[in-house]
Every structure is written in C-alpha cells, then in structure tokens.
C-alpha cells in the first residue's frame, strides 16, 4: 500500500468542491425505479441510463468521482469505449461499490448486516484492475418506531449488536481497500425512515461514528487515506416536527465534530430520501455557516438527490437524452455551489 496515492486520491476526490456522483444502485434497486417509471427492466436499459450520465457534457466540472456496480465497471458505450475510460477521459475517478447488501441480522429483528467481505481481496484486486481508485461499502442502521414502547435494556433498535457488527465490517472492508491501493468510502447510513425526532438521530448518529472511527482504528486504517459517507442529522420522514435547514446544520456539523477525526480529508453525505432540493439547501447552510471552521471537507456523494429528476424526465425516451443530461448536470452544479456555500432556492428556476 501506497499512503501517499491513498491520501492523494482521497483528497482529489473533495477538492475543487466538486462531490461524488453515485451511480451505483445494485440491479434490482435500478429496476425497483425503472418500474416506476414504466421502463423495461433489462441489462440494457440500464446501460442506456449509465451511459446517459458518464456522456453528459461537462459532468467532470462539478463531479469528481463516479460510483460504480459491478455490472455497470463491466458496460460500454454503444459505440464499444468502456464507461471506466469514458470516466477517466473526461477527468471523473472511476469508484465501486464492492458490499453484497444489507441482509437480516441473526437475532435481531428488524435490524441488517451488509456482507460482501468474503473474497473482498480478491475482488479489489480484479476491480483495481479495470480502473477503479475508490470503493464503497454501506451499512444501514434503522432506527425503531418513536413509541415501540422498549421494556428492557437492549430491546432497543439500533441495538449495540448491530451497531458493532456493521462497524467492524467497514473497518474490515476498508483496511483490505487500503492494502489494495483503493481509497474506502466508509458509509454507516442511519436511515431517515420513521417517525423518530432529530434529536434521536443526532444521538443514534453519534454513537454509531464513534464505533465506527474506534474500529477503522483497531483494523488500523489510514484516516488521510479514506472519505467518509455519513447521513445528515435529520427528523424521521414521518416525524411531525421538521427542524429548519439551519437547524439541521446546526446540529449535523456538531454531530461529525464530535466524532469525526480531523485526519479524515472528507465527508460526503449521502441524500438518503431527501428531496433534491433540501439535500444542496442543508449542504449549503452547513458551508455557508461553518466552512472555514471545519477540519474536513463537506461535500455531497448523492445518487437520487441528483439522478433522480433526470431519470424522471427521461422515461427511457432516448430522444429525451440531451434534456435528461442538462437537467443532471443542473443539480450536479446546484451542489458544487452548496460546498461554496453559494446556493440559493432562485438556481431553481435557472
Ligand atoms: P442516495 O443519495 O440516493 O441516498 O444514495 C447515496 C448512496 O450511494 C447510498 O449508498
């Protein structure tokens, strides 16, 4: 392993305030949104739709990094050119998403486990072949209902069991990337889903990136050499309050200064569900107001909060194309301008 290589990709992947684009929804996840949409669910219309996005005109000026799925680091062009070479023509690092999926966690209802660490090295090792410098890895904890009424000390959801579990997998994943040359974006999302408070999340967040930054230390993962994805500090989706853009920065920057060490070179958020235009609103407060006060980099590695409107508009229409990649690369710049603390709800209507 090459620290230096390491740490200088981790740090091209946030510089410029540029962000990551992922596209890196496993098959049935792309065909879930397909369907919605009425679009045929097969290998090629799901390379349509990646070749769409690695084409779009100008994507490298907000974008740094693209995440990829294993069949997606596989697919080319019409025209022949790998999406890989496509990628690295236009300036955009090639990543991949190398987790085999949240599955149920033995003894734990209701909780997930992501696995994929079997042959992992071997893996890396054929992926860093075909070009990719990053990796991701997600693990997902889920927060109980507000009212599930716990009548005992580890009744609750997350349970520590789960918490630990998926902590030591990323620390696991992330020192085998290292020792591959490959940069870990390190993902513990707390999902938005349910009718929780802010607060609760606030907590359940912080106890899960301190596990989490306690395990990348025990695997003995280099800090420089990695980005972390995290969620934002949010109310449940159903949760009656919903706290103000400000108030979510307020209380997600104080979150990650509490456990985010300073070595770490970037945090990119996830968007989680949120609506485009609150995942650059909430991005943007937290650069506007603290950006020159903070250790890392805060910037963005969203799949929906930027594909999503395109997708939309496109419909698998190929004559929709060129729209499709304008209204792409809108949101892409929406989020280069939230890392500059330079968004305003008037982009909107640009
Ligand atoms: P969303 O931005 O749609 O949450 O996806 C980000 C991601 O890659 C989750 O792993």
Known sequence: MNSQDLMDTARALVADDKGLLAMDESDPTCDKRFA?????????????????????????????????????????????????????????????????????????????????????????????????RFAKWRAVIALGEADAGVV??????PSMACIEANAQALARYAALCQEAGIVPVVEPEVLMDGDHSMEHCRAVTERVLLEVFAQLHAQGVSLEGMILKANMVLPGLTCPRQESVD???????????????AAVPGVAFLSGGQSCELASARLNAMNARFKSRLPWAVGFSYSRAIQQPALDFWRGDSSRAPEAQRILLHRARCNLAARRGEYSAAMEKT
């Not at 669910?41 to 070749?51: C, I, L, P």
């Not at 005992?152 to 959801?157: L, S």
């Open 36 to 132: 919605k949409l009425g679009v045929p669910q097969t290998a090629e219309a799901r390379r349509s739709w990646r070749e769409l996005i690695v084409t779009t005109p100008g994507l490298a000026e907000y974008i740094s990094g693209a995440i990829l799925f294993d069949e997606t680091i596989r697919q080319k062009k019409k025209d022949g050119t790998l999406f890989v070479k496509v990628l690295v023509d236009a300036g955009i690092i090639p990543g991949i998403k190398v987790d085999s999926g949240a599955k149920d966690l033995a003894g734990h209802p209701g909780e997930k486990i992501t696995e994929g660490l079997d042959r992992l090295r071997e893996r890396l090792a054929e992926y860093s072949a075909m070009g990719a």
């Open 152 to 157: 005992a000390y580890g009744d609750e959801i």
């Open 247 to 261: 108030e979510v920065a307020d209380a997600t920057v104080r979150c990650l200064l509490r456990t985010v060490p």
